[in-house]
């Protein structure tokens, strides 16, 4: 894969001169920020501190983490099937929070700006795919923006800390309650941050603090990637703000006649409800789906573990995930993470010199129809799409698929195989590393991970206790 660290992105002069300009009365409302918002330590009993704080650590990267509040005023859009929305009205104001974190060494930054809307389907914010990616980007040096967009999220703020947070609202005091708000927050957001060429308003805070991106792209998660899926298809070309997508684990059919770059990622768990009916690939979308993977995987609750013990002001050394009464043993161990990182170093080549990502495999169907079963080996494990190591030489069945209370349809499953099995498959350390090793390489040439992954996972395969009966 073509190394681009280090090198600052312009957007494709094409998306220029393609797209006409819109409409004034379309484009949205500049907003004011202020801040960086002073902050007591985390775990402050006051709860002056902020609330989701990043815990990945990269060593020998220092990163920089701070809050601002963003206030303005939004319009409400209508939103047709696959075409481009109209405003049905404006003028509502909010007031809402982002966390801003960047390289503190300025010449670490790569120029891309990846903005995350917070998914909310824990009645709180989550950062989801920083805890997904979050090591990839600092060690990559991007910048990061999260975005409290809707009402559940900012209602929680609000509950934890009143003193903190209790002036934000996103819902026009209680009359706008469907996040119809949520798409100008989010755009004004982009709008606020300072591109090259441009200058900042006098006193304005700089949420980047010097940093100017090149390049900014969305993301978001489950309700996020839907959330997502509906700006692309209805409010982006009112007024276009993000050079490219990163649609991750949702959302149903996003339309590709728009000069900008999409890219959709989804685990086994996700394709559950979609195999039915795929969206192909076209010149400006792509798919990717990971074969074994589910849409909360142990990394999310390490991540999660980890992010909550930080909020009370401590540091956890050995994080667990949690143990949900599940019909089977919760979280796929295969590491979607892999993949995710690989695809934002696309997404940067694509916009920036329109590589096209590889084309990915999708998962293979025993039932077609819906509803949809999947086709799978002996060991239950599935067949086709993303093949990582950890799938295609498995030493337990890893899918997408559980059932039980709570949320346990998103936990998917992890089941070891038998000591026998085991033994049967691998019966030396070499052989299990050498098969190891062959689907590292060909995963590698493909352009599904990275090559500090790939380290990873050789690495990991030399050091296991498989094949040393």
Not at 164 to 169: A, E, F, I, V
Not at 375 to 401: K, M, S, Y
Request: aromatic share 8%; proline share 8%; glycine share 8%.
């Amino acid at each position: 894969m073509k190394n681009n660290n280090k090198r600052f992105f312009q957007p494709a002069l094409i998306m220029l001169t393609i797209m006409c300009a819109p409409a004034l009365d379309a484009q949205v409302p500049a907003a004011q920020v202020t801040g960086p918002v002073p902050a007591a330590a985390h775990g402050d009993p006051g709860r002056n501190n902020q609330l989701n704080p990043n815990a990945i650590v990269v060593p020998g990267i220092e990163y920089i983490e701070e809050e601002f509040f963003i206030e303005g005023t939004a319009h409400q859009y209508s939103t047709p099937e696959l075409q481009t929305g109209e405003i049905t009205d404006s003028g509502h104001p909010y007031k809402t929070r982002v966390v801003v974190r960047r390289p503190a060494d300025a010449s670490h930054f790569n120029g891309t700006l990846v903005v995350e809307w917070n998914n909310v389907t824990a009645s709180r914010d989550l950062d989801i795919d920083w805890w997904q990616s979050g090591a990839h980007l600092m060690q990559e040096g991007y910048a990061f923006i999260a975005v409290s967009a809707q009402r559940v999220g900012v209602n929680h703020l609000r509950e934890w800390s009143a003193a903190r947070y209790g002036d934000l609202d996103v819902t026009h005091d209680g009359m706008v309650t469907d996040d119809a708000l949520s798409y100008d927050i989010f755009s004004a957001v982009a709008k606020s941050v300072v591109r090259p060429g441009e200058s900042l308003p006098a006193g304005a805070p700089d949420l980047l603090s010097g940093l100017r991106p090149s390049m900014l792209i969305a993301t978001g998660h489950s309700q996020s990637a839907s959330r997502l899926a509906t700006y692309i298809n209805n409010i982006h070309g009112l007024d276009p703000v993000y050079d490219g997508f990163m649609v991750h684990g949702g959302g149903g059919r996003i339309r590709d006649d728009q000069p900008v770059k999409i890219f959709r990622i989804m685990a086994e768990t996700d394709m559950a409800t979609r195999a039915a009916t795929p969206q192909p690939d076209s010149n400006n979308f792509r798919h990717w789906e990971v074969a074994g993977t589910s849409h909360v995987d142990v990394p999310f609750e390490l991540e999660y573990a980890m992010m909550v013990a930080l909020e009370e002001g401590r540091r956890l050394s050995d994080p667990q995930p949690r143990s949900p009464v599940c019909d089977k043993p919760a979280y796929s161990h295969v590491p979607f993470r892999h993949v995710m990182n690989a695809a934002f170093e696309h997404l940067r080549a694509w916009i920036a010199e329109d590589i096209p990502p590889p084309r990915a495999p999708t998962m293979q169907l025993a039932q077609a129809t819906a509803p949809v079963s999947f086709a799978r080996d002996p060991h239950g494990n599935v067949l086709g799409g993303i093949r990582l190591a950890e799938h295609a030489v498995p030493t337990a069945t890893n899918t997408g698929i559980n059932s039980g209370d709570s949320f346990c349809r998103l936990y998917g499953s992890h089941e070891p195989f038998a000591l026998d099995t085991l033994k049967t498959l691998y019966p030396t350390p070499q052989s299990y590393i050498n098969a190891v090793r062959q689907v590292v390489e060909q995963n590698l040439a493909d352009g599904f991970i990275l090559p500090v992954d790939a380290q990873e996972t050789i690495r990991r395969a030399e050091n296991s206790a498989i094949g040393r009966w």
